[in-house]
C-alpha cells in the first residue's frame, strides 16, 4: 500500500521547486502529479475497500437491505471525492464574483470601434471567464453527481439496485473507475 506521508512529503518538495521556477512548465507538472496522486488515493482505496464491498454486493443480490453503515460505504466509494471535493471547495461565489465582474468589463468595451488592443483586451477577458467557467462547470457536475446519487438510493427497486450491485462490481474491478 502507498505511504502517503512520504507522498505528500514529496509533493511539498515538488510545490515548493514550483514556487521558485513560477513558470508554465512547473505548474504542468505538479498538475499532473495531483492527478496521479488522485489516481493512486482512488485506487488505494478500493483495494482497501474491495473486501467489505464484495459483502455488500452479496447482501444486494439476495435482497438484503443495507445497514446505515453500508450505505455510507457505498456513498463514499461512489461518490464520496464528489462529496468532499463539494465540501472543501471555498472558491464558488469568488468565481460567480469573477464571472460577474468579466462579464461588466466585457458590457463598457467599446466593440463597435474595434481595434488591435480592444481585441486582445477582449481575449484577455475570454480566456479568464473560460477559466473561471470552467471551475464554475466542475463544481455544479460534482454537486449533481452527488445530487444523483442521493435520489437513486432512496427507495431502492431492483432495476436500481441491479445498476448499483454493477457500478460496485466494476469498481472492484477496475483501477480506472
Do not use: P
Amino acid at each position: 500500500m502507498a505511504d502517503f506521508s512520504q507522498i505528500i512529503q514529496k509533493l511539498n518538495k515538488d510545490y515548493a521547486a514550483l514556487m521558485q521556477q513560477d513558470d508554465g512548465n512547473a505548474y504542468s507538472k505538479l498538475s499532473t502529479i495531483f492527478e496521479e496522486l488522485d489516481a493512486l488515493a482512488r485506487e488505494t482505496m478500493q483495494e482497501m475497500g474491495k473486501e467489505e464491498m464484495k459483502k455488500i454486493i452479496q447482501k444486494l443480490e439476495k435482497g438484503t437491505a443495507l445497514t446505515q453503515e453500508e450505505q455510507e460505504h457505498v456513498r463514499l466509494w461512489i461518490v464520496g471525492d464528489a462529496a468532499y471535493y463539494a465540501k472543501m471547495e471555498n472558491n464558488v461565489e469568488d468565481w460567480k464574483s469573477e464571472l460577474e465582474r468579466l462579464m461588466h468589463e466585457l458590457n463598457s468595451l467599446k466593440v463597435h470601434q474595434l481595434d488591435v488592443e480592444t481585441l486582445c483586451k477582449l481575449r484577455g477577458l475570454f480566456r479568464d471567464g473560460a477559466r473561471v467557467i470552467a471551475d464554475l462547470f466542475f463544481y455544479a457536475e460534482q454537486q449533481a453527481r452527488l445530487n444523483r446519487f442521493n435520489e437513486s438510493v432512496q427507495d431502492i427497486d431492483e432495476e436500481e439496485q441491479g445498476l448499483l450491485i454493477g457500478l460496485l462490481k466494476q469498481k472492484i474491478k477496475s483501477a480506472d473507475f
